[in-house]
């Protein structure tokens, strides 16, 4: 079958899902014959040619249209159409990842814990840029430590004085640098990991390969929802625009119908085998 390969691992240890869900964090993770992920050429080409061609009339629309407002509200607005999608996904992930645990057979929801890793691994990377910004602001606001609260601390150990005067300006001097860095590093870091949790769905494939074509359409729902409320981004034509804004919701559930149909007639993958009934 060309373009398609199936890739098979070492089967899971007997025991709990619990327990082969902490296994998960101290052994390399392999996948198990049970839960067996096909990688499909054709699915890969056409996610990516989808991506590419969203990507594209996306930005054809903004060049070719005024923008409906200011341009830093419209960076504002797709900052905070990824935050929603990121919200949306994660929900939705724990959602589907929730049922597939509860509705599958012991042996499978031992082999979907010990797959969780890599799916909250994504998640706790995407927590963790905004929360570096998040304690970077509050250090440099002086909200987190005051010089006085060094100072005063020092004090203890050195008693008071120019030594621990001295003390609480370097530490504070030193923290406020980096604090400046985190911050400058903390913003792209921030987009870029959410980005990337959005494109790979916070790599829930990584627990079945069904469940990104489940979830997508939820996304691309969720944010044409988003976008009839907020307004339209560009000052075209209501033919144009619409058309733009309901394609990209259609399409990706087309993808994902289609990429279940081909996951069940090539690969004989369905929601019943997944959960192991």
């Given at each position: ?5 199936a890739v098979f691992g070492s089967r899971t240890d007997s ?209 044409f929802a988003f976008q009839v409320f907020n307004g339209p ?28 149909r081909r996951l069940r007639a090539r690969h004989g993958i ?8």
């Amino acid at each position: 079958m060309s373009g398609t390969r199936a890739v098979f691992g070492s089967r899971t240890d007997s025991g709990g899902a619990v327990k082969a869900f902490f296994r998960s964090w101290t052994v390399e993770f392999e996948y198990s014959p049970m839960a067996e992920h096909v990688e499909d050429g054709l699915i890969t080409w056409m996610q990516r040619a989808r991506t590419v061609l969203g990507l594209v009339a996306a930005v054809w629309l903004v060049v070719a249209y005024p923008l409906s407002s200011g341009g830093e509200e419209f960076v504002l607005g797709k900052l905070v159409e990824l935050g929603l999608a990121c919200a949306v996904l994660a929900l939705g992930s724990l959602i589907g990842i929730t049922v597939f645990l509860v509705a599958s057979t012991p042996d499978r929801r031992r082999d979907f814990a010990e797959r969780l890793r890599r799916p909250i691994s994504a998640a706790l990377l995407l927590v963790s840029g905004p929360l570096a910004l998040w304690l970077s602001i509050t250090t440099l606001k002086g909200e987190l430590i005051s010089g006085g609260d060094l100072k005063g601390f020092f004090s203890a150990i050195t008693g008071p004085g120019f030594i621990s005067s001295a003390l609480a300006f370097v530490v504070l001097a030193v923290g406020w640098i980096a604090a400046v860095i985190v911050v400058i590093c903390s913003v792209p870091y921030t987009l870029v990991s959410c980005y990337a949790c959005v494109f790979t769905c916070l790599r829930v494939a990584d627990v079945h390969q069904l469940l990104p074509a489940l979830l997508s359409p939820l996304l691309v729902w969720s944010l044409f929802a988003f976008q009839v409320f907020n307004g339209p981004d560009v000052a075209a034509p209501p033919e144009v625009l619409y058309t733009f804004m309901i394609g990209g919701p259609l399409s990706v559930t087309a993808l994902s119908v289609w990429e279940v149909r081909r996951l069940r007639a090539r690969h004989g993958i369905t929601l019943r085998t997944a959960l192991g009934r």
